[in-house]
Every structure is written in C-alpha cells, then in structure tokens.
C-alpha cells in the first residue's frame, strides 16, 4: 500500500509547531510517535521505505540536492508569482529579527492573501499524493531551471 505524504507533512508541521513552543517536547519523543502511528503502514510488504525516506532527508539524496539557499529561493518564488514591492516586503518578513516566521510562513501567508488557482491546484495534488509518486516524479540528476537565471 502507498504511503500518503501527508503523513510526512503531518509529521514535519508537528516539529514545526513543537520548534515554536516555549517548552519543546523532544523531537525524538515526537518521531517515535509518528513512526509508532503509521507502523502499519509502514510494515507492508510493498512498502517503499527508500521513497519515504527520500522525503523525510531530501539532504542525503546527493543527486537531488540543489543548493538553493533561502534568498535565492525567495527570488525564484518573486519571481515565479510576478511580485511587486510591496509584496516583495511580506516576502521577506523572514529575515527580520525576532519575527518569528521562516521563509516558508511567508510564503504561505503570501499565496494565501492572492488569488492563486495553481497554488490549489498543487495543494490539492499534493494531498493526494504518495511518497511513491513524488519519489518517481522528482528527475534523478538536478536540471536547470529557468528560475536560476
């Protein structure tokens, strides 16, 4: 049986939240929970644990590892939705001191204030998705991209 991704977010927006409280629980303590969840799931036969493991440590993937830093990324994201100034400004609420916001809550907090069908289109998709599928969809060499330019 696949595997759901939003397994793999439900567990990445729990040490997400956990990072943010003011007295963490140990994040040890919160993957064993997730892993004692879904051990069913996880001790399938047809499992891939090679796909999920590809999602929970994109880091480790040497051919998929594409150095894009955050500025860049916030560029390439600027880019990509045709941002403005003012805009521009929401954007980089990350690197404010004491903001309390990485660049991914910007982002966020971004496309939800704009009408953007792509962006629920692709949320969409992506909740149906499976470690599986994502894992065979992602090219194995990095190509370059337009956004890079």
Known sequence: MPFPFTHVC?????????????????????VGEWFAQ?????????????ALLSALLPEKRTDRVYNIREKKLQGMVAKAQFIGKTRMLELGRWENPGSDVDLADCVESLLNATVCNRYRFLTALCCQATTTDLDSRIPPRPQRLSLLR
């Not at 439900?10 to 919160?30: A, C, S």
């Not at 879904?38 to 090679?50: M, R, V």
């Open 10 to 30: 439900d567990l990445l927006q729990r040490l997400d939240g956990n990072r943010r409280r003011k007295t963490p629980h140990p994040q040890e303590q919160l």
């Open 38 to 50: 879904h051990k069913d799931l996880l001790g399938q036969p047809d499992f891939d644990l090679a």
